[in-house]
């Protein structure tokens, strides 16, 4: 196992191991993990006690995303968010990047952190699917899934729109546009809860040319990833699940997602279904204080082992 934290560390041999710092910030500690092929993969921690729960980051999305959340429940839980393949501070990886690769790397980087314990997964986006399956792939590793506002067949007719739109967003930073495009973030829907700081560490990596290219890479085999996004919805959830789910959004897409989740739910004995009214797709980083207050009582929840 090959570990590195960035704080605290007196070995020279880590810290040249270490990649250029994205400092989270303060109460959050970051670190690099070493996948069995060599890969750094770089997370980020928070809390001291309590249960684990582990935040898969959406499409293009890296662990600065989560910083707010994982602030709001250091209190309860013990977090950790880390930056996919490619994105961020972690190594590209040179394989195709379907679904089944996604979760394989997930799984292959809690073998490497070896918790003792299974962990609760909160997936956001492209992220729901990428827990779903590590969760009936690698059962050993889950307590429960949250999938927040995650991609979900149902919605294919929105889901046409990803291609073209990041191709559009590749040659708008290509030709020097990135700093206009952070400017909705750094005044829009992020700002209403997230600090100046959090946003800053959330834009860091974000809509960078490396970071679309890794985005398009995951988007391209999304074809491939299909039949297995596909069977996941039709089968019960081996573990509880809840769906957290944009409610301020144009109809019919509200309807779309807020019907096709509870129908997934549905199928699972533990499975339930939350509207975030207040919030859009991006729940995590528009409404952090009440995502980490849902994931703070979807755990109060859980059945007893």
Not at 46 to 56: F, H, R, S, T
Not at 186 to 196: D, I, N, V, Y
Request: proline residues 7%; aromatic residues 6%; glycine residues 10%.
């Amino acid at each position: 196992m090959d570990l590195c934290t960035r704080r605290g560390s007196s070995s020279r041999s880590c810290r040249s191991a270490m990649p250029e710092p994205r400092d989270p910030g303060a109460g959050l500690t970051e670190h690099l993990a070493g996948l069995p092929d060599g890969r750094k993969i770089r997370y980020v921690t928070g809390g001291k006690d309590g249960p684990l729960v582990l935040l898969e980051c959406g499409l293009g999305n890296t662990a600065g995303t989560w910083v707010t959340v994982q602030r709001h429940l250091s209190a309860t839980c013990r977090t950790i968010a880390y930056d996919r393949a490619g994105i961020g501070g972690s190594d590209r990886d040179g394989r195709s990047r379907s679904l089944a690769r996604l979760a394989e790397d997930l799984a292959a980087f809690l073998d490497v952190l070896d918790l003792g314990e299974p962990v609760v997964l909160v997936g956001h986006s492209w992220g729901g699917p990428i827990v779903r399956l590590l969760a009936e792939r690698r059962p050993e590793h889950v307590r429960a899934l949250m999938l927040v506002d995650p991609t979900i067949t149902a919605a294919k007719k929105w889901l046409r729109v990803v291609r073209p739109l990041y191709l559009r967003l590749m040659w708008t930073v290509r030709m020097g546009g990135r700093e206009r495009l952070l400017r909705s973030y750094r005044t829009g829907r992020w700002a209403q809860e997230m600090s100046p700081r959090d946003i800053e560490v959330a834009l860091t990596d974000f809509m960078t040319r490396a970071n679309l290219r890794t985005s398009w890479q995951e988007i391209r085999p999304q074809g491939e990833s299909w039949p297995d996004l596909v069977a996941l919805e039709s089968m019960p959830s081996a573990v509880p699940i809840r769906f957290l789910v944009g409610g301020d959004r144009p109809e019919p897409l509200r309807a779309v997602m807020t019907e096709g989740c509870a129908r997934i739910a549905a199928l699972s004995r533990w499975g339930s279904t939350v509207v975030v009214g207040e919030a859009g797709h991006s729940i995590p980083q528009e409404r952090p204080a009440r995502t980490a207050a849902e994931i703070e009582k979807f755990i109060r929840e859980l059945p007893s082992a």
